[in-house]
């Protein structure tokens, strides 16, 4: 008869034994899984954690009672609740688009596209709906402008998922809500190009679009290039990300629509993607070798945006011959992982939180309140990129700061004159 001692040093062994056998599956599994893969699946949670509480909130109606309005110190958020929540459904829409309008699989990651655009499909119809608690502001205040535009962007990287499936009088009202816009105006910078890609999406949906600012927005952007792929905010040039943020993302979509209807040409259109391509090699060079990058400039709460050129060039499989594709998916996901993993950028419920890497509201800027923080889904616009792509599949690779900082050979940089 076994006793008491033998019969717990069994069971205590069969536990470990048990222990290690799961460990060893769940190993094994992830071995299987290759390493461009498992940084889709990281990238893809990762973007459904950040982006699920505004959209799902959006498609319940509880997007303002829930969504918190946090503000810089000493700043009243009375204002702020007028224009945030189109903040955040704008700039969620356009960073989530590209991965939305991928066909649905039998993936997990399909299932998480899948519940992501059912539900904006729903939240956009409650949008636009006046007498819904979540109808959001296009009209009164001047920021709508920069967040229809986000919105605008979104149906124009994803119609088929975004803007077909709406229902007629949604359509109807989305065209209301955009013209609407024209009463008012914006600041003498890069707000000219909001302007001008909502009238550009006006077209693209049977509107005549408003040609004074669409013309006033292309002459004045391509005055402001100031060389070797970057363009001053305005008159003035200032050292930060919103070459990234707006410039060349938002003038390569506007001038893609602006072509077929003729009002720029094929070639100045290619001139504008080479000059994102330019900056995207700028962008790739600023990952230090541990994932981090300089916080420089205005709005750095908007986190990852701050590589959306380098993303959209990688989308369009614009990249230089010299980047690897893999370079790009490495770099980016050391930034993502040296940013959301090591410091907490997410309230109790989820919500991203006013910062840089963490809690940092006193680095906030004077117009930044919760839903301006939602640019920093247009940092994952690769993820438009089908699994197959060899953005995801090609072996990882060292980007070019790692490179540089342990001995390997890298290509020298050179200015260009374009």
Known sequence: MINLKK????????????????????????EQLPSGLQDRQYWSNLLYKIASPVILNLANGT????????????????????????????????????WLALPDD?????????????????????????????????????????????????????PKALWEPLDEVTKQRIREEFKALRTRT?????????????????????????????????????????????YSDGPSFSMDYYNSYVIHPMLVDFFQILTQSKKVSQDDYNLAVKRMVRYAEF???????????????????????????LGQVALMHKLPEYIDPAQVRCAVSAVMH???DQQNNFDSNGWLVLGFCGSQPDIADSYTSTGSLYMATL???????????????????????????????FKKDYHVEY
């Open 283 to 309: 962008s790739e060079r600023f990952i230090a070798p541990d994932g981090s990058y300089p916080p420089f400039g205005r709005s750095i709460t908007y986190r990852t945006a701050a590589f959306q050129a």
């Open 338 to 340: 040296r940013m959301y």
């Open 106 to 158: 039998n993936s997990d990651e399909s299932k998480l596209r899948k519940k992501l655009r059912d539900a904006l499909l729903i939240g956009i119809r409650n949008a636009v709906d006046p007498q819904h608690p979540d109808y959001l502001n296009f009209r009164t205040e001047s920021q709508p402008i920069v967040d229809a535009a986000y919105m605008a962007q979104a149906f124009l990287r994803a």
């Open 63 to 98: 997007l303002k009672q829930n969504m918190p309005v946090e503000v810089p110190p000493g700043n009243k958020p009375e204002f702020y609740k007028k224009v945030t929540y189109l903040e955040a459904v704008g700039r969620t829409m356009a960073g989530v688009a590209p």
């Open 186 to 230: 914006g600041a003498y910078n890069n707000w000219l190009l909001f302007a001008g890609i909502n009238e550009a999406f006006l077209s693209t949906i049977g509107e005549q679009a408003d040609p004074v600012r669409v013309e006033f927005a292309k002459r004045k952007i391509l005055e402001w290039y100031q060389g070797d792929g970057w």
């Open 379 to 409: 940092g994952f616009l690769p993820l438009g990129l089908p699994a197959d792509d060899p953005f995801w599949t090609n072996p990882p690779a060292d980007w070019t700061a790692k490179k540089a900082w342990s001995g390997q050979t």
């Open 7 to 30: 019969l717990l040093s069994l069971c205590f062994l069969a536990i470990v034994l048990l222990t290690n056998a799961n460990a060893q599956k769940k190993n094994k599994t992830k």
